[in-house]
């Protein structure tokens, strides 16, 4: 193209190419004139012209272009300043076919016609968000400051969606009905080789009658007791709930039902798991029932629901299971009474429960307390009047229960449930709902080896027609475990619940264990020494005072004193001036001063843990004696399976394993199977060097051969064991071990009223009885057959042990010269001597010679005491009666020793 008709560059100030460049300035339609800017040239001016300041020659549009953006940018060579389109430059907003418009045109500062890609024109929202969080125009943390507009509109849509889930929840629960809970399973027991023991519970005694066969004194007494304002409120307690919610979050207690609607909404549920899910479940339906269902029938279905004791659902199966009526019948006292055994029949049902704490004796205690406040409190909210409360007859007796599990059954079936209810940390109670199959450890042969064994000696040894002062109300107990593993294999628990007889004896309480405690002593000073070694361990050929009425000291050297400020002398079963006589030899002869004074040197806290780490509960200390000299003779009362469980230590080489009697627990629910966790055996702990518990192995086996126990000792295997009986022959006990079987047997004599230990003097027709006796027939009887078909394990020997203190024996005569006070001849299965005095021994009343050995009663320590439980197998903790001090005692002293006697072999 020529150069005349070239097309002049327009002008920069305005005009579409200068929209394009992004060039400030004026704008028009058209360019301006080459020599508008002034200078003489116009456009060819040369390059000096240009460097000097003129206008730089044309170089093309798009020359143009890059330069007005390098100059709108201060130099960048591609991108454009905030806010400009495509042409436009920031500030200038240039116009362009997409920019904004500049200064002069049609929007603020321009005239451009399209809008640019980078920027909102003025003036136009921004593009919002469906929910404005974090906030939008906030800065810092006020950007996550919910507005109250977001707060109250997610409140409202949280409570809508909460009704709505109620709403549907509440159409979705069913009404429950009392008659649901007969459909519960019975619990199946099995012996340890998986056959079956005994089923329990199931449909049996579960009737449902309706509210007009429901005397109103039982509605009255129910309602006043539980839940005063039940005519009156909406069938739920939001408070009770909230604190229930509380608790479980928290992991802390659960908590039941606060009203009579969700208490009868509770019972219906055969899942009783403490879960949220489930207590929101139960929540809606309580809701419901409270609404559509007329308070009278909740009652009805309540009492038709509710378990009170006896295997008995229901009011009407309580009825007949207590007083032998139908319900319409019961009286005015009988209501008051089936209303505060409804508090919970594991403990206020008069025949006792599974545990502890759940005696005969404490449960009546406590239920005639609530069965007179419940009197009362029917007066206090209005429903009985002062008068006829005060017309009201004694405590109602119940007629003797009925059981249909016969012999030992219902003492294993016990002892089970209680370490079920225990490991699964639930209420007894709870376990009377069904569905469960319980794996004992339980050995059926050996449990009818030890029943046979007792029945033989009980024939052959009472006669309560014959004798009825001396030969009624003699109890019997053992029990029977596996050193190795810590498994109950046997028990003997009474004469059987179907007998009437519902106290287990081999979770006895109260009976004192008396000289079967003094290897625990031995064993202590084997491992810790005592004072007169500077803690260094002694030898069992360490020798000791045996004198009768021996003076014991303190660890300095000084008499201890009694309770009336005088020298403690401690007594023996005889008067014989035995000397210095080894502590082998002492155990032997179960003499008491030489483990009196040794228990003091050692140190009475040692012999507490070293027993208690053998199984031995706390609890089960006398803690009337527990600083007391006597200590050290057994005045501690555990049970028999804690005694075999704990001698089994010995026989373990110092191994102990807690004794257990459940392997396995299926539930079953809903056509499910479920086996539940937290039955795994024991585990093993070591309570003492091999060596002590071979050393006590080996005294005790030279108890069985030379001394108190030597009525087992042809047995034909090797034995060890412990005699030990305690004062007026209130309790004899024997406890003794193979490798693989450690048995306790303990023999007493009980109030039936009272329920406190009775004397045994003149029993059998004997003036007294001792542990190497009775017991110890029944022990040997039974191990015998326990033991067929095992090869006996010899004992481990053992090594010397300790340092020997003491000074040289004195002379004294050998065992030989002299009977062993336990060592009488009482008369043995075959049948009782028919004089009544049996190997000569005088019978009571005659005149003694003092060293006649056989003529001495045993020595002293108190009656008290209850053995708690805990892992029996099956026994839990509870409350602990503590047994009172003896008479004489103080806490220097020992109160049933001194010149009262002591607990001796």
Not at 453 to 459: D, S
Request: aromatic content about 8%; some cysteine; hydrophobic content about 30%.
């Amino acid at each position: 193209m020529s150069e005349h008709r070239r097309k002049p560059p327009q002008s920069q100030g305005g005009g579409r190419a200068a929209v394009r460049r992004g060039v400030t300035g004026s704008s028009g339609r058209r360019a301006a004139p080459r020599d508008a800017t002034g200078s003489a040239s116009g456009s060819y001016e040369s390059p000096d012209s240009f460097a000097a300041g003129g206008e730089p020659p044309y170089e093309g549009r798009a020359a143009a272009r890059r330069a007005a953006q390098r100059s709108a940018s201060g130099g960048g060579r591609r991108r454009a300043a905030e806010g400009a389109g495509r042409g436009g430059a920031a500030g200038a907003a240039g116009g362009g076919r997409r920019g904004g418009g500049g200064p002069g045109g049609p929007g603020p500062g321009g005239p451009g016609r399209g809008r640019g890609r980078g920027a909102e024109p003025p003036g136009r929202p921004g593009k919002r968000r469906l929910i404005d969080y974090p906030r939008s125009g906030k800065a810092g943390w006020r950007k996550f400051v919910p507005s109250w507009k977001q707060v109250t509109g997610t409140f409202i849509g949280f409570c809508g969606l909460l009704m709505a889930a109620a709403g549907i929840a509440y159409a979705m629960v069913g009404m429950p009905k009392a008659q649901d809970v007969a459909s519960a399973q019975t619990n199946v027991f099995y012996w340890s080789d998986g056959t079956q023991m005994a089923a329990t519970g199931g449909e049996k005694n579960r009737q449902v009658v309706g509210i007009d066969r429901i005397p109103p004194d039982m509605r009255w007494s129910v309602v006043s007791a539980e839940n005063a304002t039940f005519y009156n409120d909406k069938g739920v307690d939001p408070m009770g709930i909230a604190r229930a919610v509380v608790n479980m979050a928290k992991g802390g207690e659960t908590q039941g039902g606060s009203t009579i609607t969700q208490q009868f909404v509770k019972n219906t549920y055969l899942d009783q798991s403490q879960t949220l899910t489930r207590k929101a479940r139960e929540l809606f339906i309580s809701i419901k029932v409270g609404a559509e269902m007329e308070k009278d029938d909740v009652l009805a279905g309540y009492l038709n629901s509710a378990y009170y004791g006896r295997n008995a659902y229901g009011i009407q199966a309580a009825s007949q299971a207590y007083f032998g009526k139908d319900s319409e019948k019961l009286s005015m006292e009988e209501s008051a009474f089936l209303a505060g055994v409804l508090k919970g029949p594991n403990l206020y049902s008069p025949d006792g429960g599974v545990g502890a704490n759940a005696t005969a004796k404490a449960n009546t205690k406590r239920l005639k307390a609530r069965w007179e406040w419940i009197l009362d409190r029917r007066v206090e909210t209005g429903n009985l009047t002062q008068a006829k409360r005060d017309k009201a007859g004694p405590f109602p007796k119940p007629i003797k229960q009925k059981s249909t599990l016969a012999g030992q059954t219902g003492y294993l079936v016990d002892t089970a449930k209680d370490y079920v209810a225990t490991k699964l940390k639930i209420p007894a109670e709870e376990l009377e709902k069904g569905g469960y199959r319980i794996y004992t450890t339980f050995d059926k042969n050996k449990v009818k080896e030890m029943e046979k064994a007792v029945q033989r000696t009980k024939k052959a040894f009472l006669d309560d027609k014959k004798r009825p002062k001396t030969d009624k109300n003699v109890q019997f107990g053992g029990a029977s475990v596996d050193p190795k593993s810590g498994a109950i294999v046997a028990l003997y628990g009474g004469n059987g619940f179907d007998e009437g007889h519902y106290t287990n004896n081999a979770n006895t309480r109260g009976v004192p264990v008396g000289s079967t405690w003094k290897p625990y002593v031995l064993a202590a000073a084997m491992q810790d020494g005592t004072v007169k070694n500077d803690g260094q361990a002694i030898s069992p050929e360490s020798l000791y005072n045996g004198n009768d009425q021996l003076i014991i000291n303190d660890q300095n050297g000084d008499p201890i004193k009694d309770a009336q400020g005088q020298p403690f002398r401690q007594k023996n079963e005889s008067d014989r001036m035995w000397g210095k006589v080894t502590l082998r030899k002492a155990m032997e002869q179960s003499i008491n001063t030489p483990f009196v004074q040794l228990g003091i040197d050692v140190g009475l806290s040692k012999t507490r843990d070293l027993a208690a780490n053998t199984g031995i509960l706390e609890e089960s200390f006398d803690k009337g004696n527990l600083g007391n000299a006597s200590f050290s003779l057994g005045t501690s009362t555990p049970s028999a399976i804690r005694m075999a469980d704990s001698y089994g230590t010995f026989a373990n080489e110092g191994a102990h394993f807690e004794p257990y009697s459940v392997t396995k627990v299926v539930k079953s629910e809903n056509d499910q199977q479920e086996v539940l966790p937290g039955f795994e055996k024991p585990k093993r702990k070591s309570a003492m060097d091999a060596n002590v518990a071979n050393n006590i192995t080996d005294v005790l086996q030279n108890v069985v051969k030379n001394g108190t126990g030597k009525k087992v000792a042809d047995i034909g295997f090797p034995v060890a064991g412990k005699t030990g009986t305690t004062d007026k022959n209130k309790s004899a006990w024997f406890v003794g071990y193979t490798r693989e079987l450690s048995t306790a047997v303990t023999l007493f004599r009980t109030d039936p009223k009272e329920g406190e230990l009775l004397s045994m003097n003149g029993t059998g027709g004997v003036p007294s009885i001792h542990g190497g006796d009775i017991p110890a027939q029944i022990w040997k009887d039974y191990m015998e057959g326990a033991m067929k078909g095992v090869t006996p394990e010899a004992f481990p020997a053992a090594e010397e042990i300790g340092d020997i203190v003491g000074e040289a024996p004195s002379p004294s005569p050998s065992p030989t010269e002299t009977a062993d006070p336990e060592d009488s001849a009482t008369p043995t299965p075959t049948g009782p001597n028919p004089s009544g005095s049996p190997s000569g021994e005088p019978s009571p009343g005659e005149t003694c010679d003092p060293f006649d050995l056989k003529c001495k009663e045993n020595g002293g320590t108190t009656d008290g005491g209850t053995d708690t439980g805990g892992a029996d197998g099956g026994t839990t903790g509870g409350e602990t009666t503590t047994p009172e001090p003896p008479s004489g005692g103080n806490g220097n002293g020992g109160g049933g020793g001194g010149w009262f006697g002591g607990p001796t072999g």
